[in-house]
Nanobody, 126 residues
Framework: QVQLVESGGGLVQAGGSLRLSCAASGRTFSSYAIGWFRQAPGKEREFVAVISWSGGTGSYADSVKGRFAISRDNAKNTVYLQMNSLKPEDTAVYFC???????????????????WGQGTQVTVSS
């Protein structure tokens, strides 16, 4: 069982930056791929970024590529999402999720994740 807690959300002006954190409990955190998803009002939850269990590889949605960076510190059981050049369309609740399956590919669909956090609100003003 893994518990995930997101933090770092808030209100920022367009062009600004935020760093989200996803803190996890559990001794096996370092063996899980961790993904970030977001859900804007009235829209479906969508994939944002994922990092492999080792931290060696990552993948991003086209909408955030070049602006967001995902990283992890397994010693701290924490994954980070650095968000730069934020746009109003980045406004959403951001969720982190854990995939314990050690797949041969990076999971980018919600169904591939077993554990979810409660989310943190990010609001970007224009």
């Amino acid at each position: 069982q893994v518990q995930l807690v997101e933090s770092g959300g808030g209100l920022v002006q367009a062009g600004g930056s935020l760093r989200l954190s996803c803190a996890a409990s559990g001794r096996t955190f370092s063996s899980y791929a961790i993904g970030w998803f977001r859900q804007a009002p009235g829209k479906e939850r969508e994939f944002v970024a994922v990092i492999s269990w080792s931290g060696g590889t990552g993948s991003y949605a086209d909408s955030v590529k070049g602006r967001f960076a995902i990283s992890r510190d397994n010693a701290k059981n924490t994954v980070y999402l650095q968000m730069n050049s934020l746009k109003p369309e980045d406004t959403a609740v951001y969720f982190c999720a854990a995939d314990p399956s050690r797949r041969g590919w990076l999971p980018i669909t919600q169904a591939e994740y077993d554990y979810w956090g409660q989310g943190t609100q990010v609001t970007v003003s224009s």
